[in-house]
């Protein structure tokens, strides 16, 4: 089962809006630790519901936390199946998972990257190890896997022009989809993380 919702006219995919999201682990699996923590969380929840209730057919993730060398890859496996620990908060446990990606769209959109010099990989193995923005990400927005996804990764040397083109080849691959579609990006933004150990309730934003 790929996920997808093909049927659709060729060329009339469009893009119904946009998500910029947090990624971290505290919001999916401690939510009841910090106050922020709760309300990111049941913030995302509400983003999903309205997904569901707009129409989007797919959701194309762009994660920060999947870091490519490179070029740009695409995880084209229909059924990612596998257990996360998150690399920096091991503390917080495993986040198990099992995705509905769709495999086409992923096949397209690398095809589209290409075709505007990008240089572009699918992945699709047993044990992948999907990051934990994209996790979380989809996990609140979409947590029992009625909308398929597609994700990106972030290519930790491209420069802004390269970020754009990428953003072009997407808007081709939706277009050619057929399918209604919202963008999430998954990011903190120019966060860092505290430099020494915290009660999970201080964790705040540093500053403006």
């Known amino acids: 089962m790929t996920g997808s919702n093909r049927g659709k006219s060729a060329g009339s995919g469009a893009v119904l809006g946009g998500l910029l999201v947090p990624g971290k682990p505290q919001i999916l699996l401690d939510p009841d630790g910090n106050p922020g923590w709760r309300s990111l969380h049941d913030s995302m929840r509400k983003a999903g519901e309205a997904l569901m209730e707009n129409g989007t057919e797919l959701l194309v993730l762009y994660s920060t936390q999947w870091t490519s060398i490179i070029g740009h890859q695409f995880l084209a496996d229909p059924e990612p199946k596998w257990t996360r620990v998150d690399e920096d908060f091991h503390e917080l446990g495993t986040i198990d998972y099992h995705l509905k990606m769709d495999a086409e769209f992923a096949e397209s959109w690398r095809q589209k990257a290409t075709d505007r010099g990008l240089t572009a990989r699918t992945v699709a193995y047993e044990g992948f190890p999907v990051d934990t923005g994209s996790l979380v990400a989809l996990k609140l927005l979409n947590p029992e896997n009625r909308i398929p996804a597609c994700v990106v990764s972030c290519n930790m040397y491209a420069d802004r022009a390269e970020t754009v ?11 050619a989809s057929g399918l209604k579609v919202t963008a ?23 500053s403006a």
């Open 184 to 206: 999430v990006a998954v990011s903190a933004l120019s966060n860092r993380m505290w430099t020494r150990f915290i009660d999970p309730v201080d964790d705040r934003i540093h």
């Open 165 to 175: 083109i990428l953003g072009k080849a997407t808007r081709d691959a939706v277009e």
